[in-house]
């Protein structure tokens, strides 16, 4: 069932549907209101540190407030909501995502997993147990880059990893920094700026974070709920030019044509043939030419391309077939600039590493998925998380990853509520009980 | 030797040189008239049924005059220059090509063939050989698509065979009919319209027209003239659409994508195997795509490509070849289609049937070549020409290639006065003895 059936629990307070533990109902309600608060007319817009992700922070830290919680921001304005433990000294096991959004986006993709901590949190305070170590839910700021350009800026910002010449990105609206906004949202930009860390890997047992699934594969597996193996890393050439030689169709015959648009299709296919072959071998990887175009002012039907800019793009969990892959790119290239007599001109590469989560993690959530009798399968990210952040920071991490339709960052994302509570059911069991 | 080497011929009287039958002189002369007259400060600018054409043809008509030939114009406002023959009643040797141009475009294209005739008949009547048949030099009407959407509108004209909806087609700049064009240059628009041949192919002996090749064949075997097997016909498709299915790149594995890109690479690559395979066995056939792109507003590095938009052109000298290549298209689009989850979408086929040379005239061509020890090889012409209309309405024509560097339709055609002599020389001795 989608999530925006009519509902009166909306018009309830959250706050007594937490109290009563109530998770379903509290899931809804809050789903309904984030969603009233940032519908756009089309779909949801919660611009990064900015008045969407202001107001769904203002209103997730009033319902914990009045569930009984306490709420703090951190000094990279994240908002910390907690549940204090038993031995209070310890780590604390963290959970949570963001809450900001893409223009016209969904209302899922970063708020479930808000959300998902914020009733699992609900549950256990109404099942009066107290966890040995502090709960600790965070509504992350700044997650998406499609307002400054660059993502996991709160996340970052947390343990000191926000590059100071990121605090010079503009708004793609405003045009006004991003170091205004950090600090009208309540940052220590001066702290940020230097690269402090706001927060330590030490202070974490784990973070746990869960997150609507961006692709197609569960939905294609029938199954609830998936349990991250890793985020992909990627290598990424925005542009890469084939260059060839223009001419007339009709009066060159093939052995004189140096044809960029044949050329390039040899390169794909060959990449893809090496794709078919590393699939087989259980490899990680997908491979993605997202653009490709001949020069919009100078081709015609009758002339032979003389120039293609295409972009690549390769992600996999192992940076050892990163490499491998770019070689193999650079390989055939090299193939087919000599067989079709063209020459490719490469942008400087862009680069993130894998971030694999661990495998006693993995095992984990596997035993309490098979406890709770949620049925999973083990699959990669392919989006970067936040939870990424946190793992190349040293928290050992894991991800819940909830079956959803239509991708995200659109308005028709559509996860059911029965799923996410198959999710938050897992997520509960993990922050009472986290990998060792 | 470029043609532009400075000259004192053209301040000379093109006529004198015409009565002197020194045909070099006489052909640099007439070129360079013919490019100050047209030179738009970037190349050569001879619009269809307008000014620069019209400027060509007066010069042309003018210096004609001069060197006492015989000069009309026909009913669809071709130039006509005629040396007569002994024998009166008999069907006409006709030579000539068109004297219009593309926007920018080169000085010899077209051109060449009008120069190529006016020197030929020069030294005929210098030499003071009188023809048994009267050898017709054309100066031929509207032949470049560029100015009204259509080629060959003054051949089309002459042999009762232009559409009357063409008449109506609108002056790329002015907006104003063809029709209005072809009035003010003194065709007789009525019988135009009403697909009354003006000629009929039973007037013709032969036409034989002398054109800059546009390709690269002849500079690449190191060959000054080529003697054309045939104009290629072809099939276009100017937009097939490949819907396939865009979503996240990192998200989506590569069984659960419908990637439009990696599917048309697929379609290219079976089609130019297929190519390579037939060019082989010696089947003649030329595979374009000019147009590929992905969709600008939507398409980005880390967005599965949902749509590409691609043209997709072959041509060829056998009408088997095209029919038999159409369906491998349609065959190769099903399979990747079915293997690969995407769809083809389809726009009407443009259409041109090949138009064969004669054996008779190939052979003839051959013979007279090697008699005046001229190298040549034969070819076929991917571009249209006019002699493919004389060829579609009966006339036994035949056709002469120069050689020439960086194809037509830009300024930077090269084509040396040496070659074009040798080119001069062929004519001249088929304009005298035509085959049989």
Redesign the interface.
């Known amino acids: 069932m989608p999530d925006d059936r009519p509902t009166t629990a909306a018009q309830d307070s959250a706050g007594s549907l937490a109290r009563a533990g109530d998770g379903a109902a509290l899931a809804r309600a809050l789903f309904d209101s984030l969603r009233r608060l940032s519908f756009d007319g089309v779909g949801i817009t919660r611009a990064s540190y900015d008045a969407g992700e202001g107001a769904a922070h203002e209103f997730i830290a009033a319902e914990a407030r009045k569930a009984g919680f306490a709420v703090a921001r951190d000094r990279a304005a994240n908002l910390v909501i907690e549940l204090p433990g038993s031995e209070p000294g310890r780590p604390v096991v963290a959970t949570g995502s963001h809450l900001d959004s893409v223009p016209q986006g969904g209302n899922f993709d970063g708020a479930a997993g808000v959300v998902a901590g914020f009733v699992a949190l609900s549950r256990i305070k109404a099942a009066g147990i107290t966890p040995r170590r502090t709960i600790r839910l965070y509504g992350i700021r700044g997650e998406e880059s499609a307002w400054f350009g660059k993502a996991y800026l709160g996340s970052s910002a947390l343990f000191g990893r926000l590059d100071p010449l990121d605090l010079e990105r503009r708004h793609r609206d405003t045009g006004k920094p991003l170091a205004t906004y950090m600090e009208a949202a309540g940052a220590d930009i001066v702290a940020i700026a230097s690269g402090e860390p706001l927060a330590r890997a030490e202070d974490f047992a784990a973070f746990v974070e869960v997150h609507i ?5 569960l939905v ?1 597996r029938a199954l609830p709920v998936g349990i991250v193996t890793g985020i ?1 890393g ?1 290598v ?1 050439h ?1 542009k890469i030019v084939c260059h060839g030689e223009a ?8 052995w ?1 044509r140096h ?1 960029s ?2 050329a ?3 390169v ?2 060959r990449l ?1 043939e090496h ?2 072959v590393l ?1 087989e071998r259980g490899i990680d990887l ?1 491979i ?7 020069d ?1 002012s100078r ?7 003389g120039e ?1 800019e295409f ?1 690549l ?1 390769f ?1 996999s969990l192992s940076l050892d077939t990163l490499e491998t892959f770019h070689r193999l790119v650079q390989t055939e290239c090299d193939v087919v600039a000599k067989t079709r007599g063209v020459r490719f001109e490469f942008d400087r590469r862009v680069f993130a590493v894998p971030e694999r989560i661990g495998e006693r993690w993995i095992e984990h959530l596997d035993a309490l998925a098979k406890r709770l009798e949620i049925p999973t399968c083990r699959m990669p ?4 998380h936040d939870a990424a952040i946190f793992l190349g920071a040293g928290v050992p991490s894991a991800m819940i990853f909830i079956r959803n339709a239509h ?3 659109n308005p028709r994302e559509a996860m059911a509520i029965e799923d996410f509570m198959r999710g938050v059911d897992l997520l509960q069991a993990a922050l009472l009980d986290p990998a060792a």
Request: aromatic share 6%.
């Open positions: 699934e961006q692709g197609p594969v294609d992909r990627y990424r925005l001419g007339h169709s009709g009066a060159i015959p093939r004189l044809d648009v044949l390039v299709a040899d794909l296919m893809d794709w078919r699939m997908v993605t030419s997202g653009i490709f175009t001949t919009p081709h015609a039907m009758s002339r032979i391309p293609v972009s793009e992600r990210s392919g989006p970067g991708g995200s960052h």
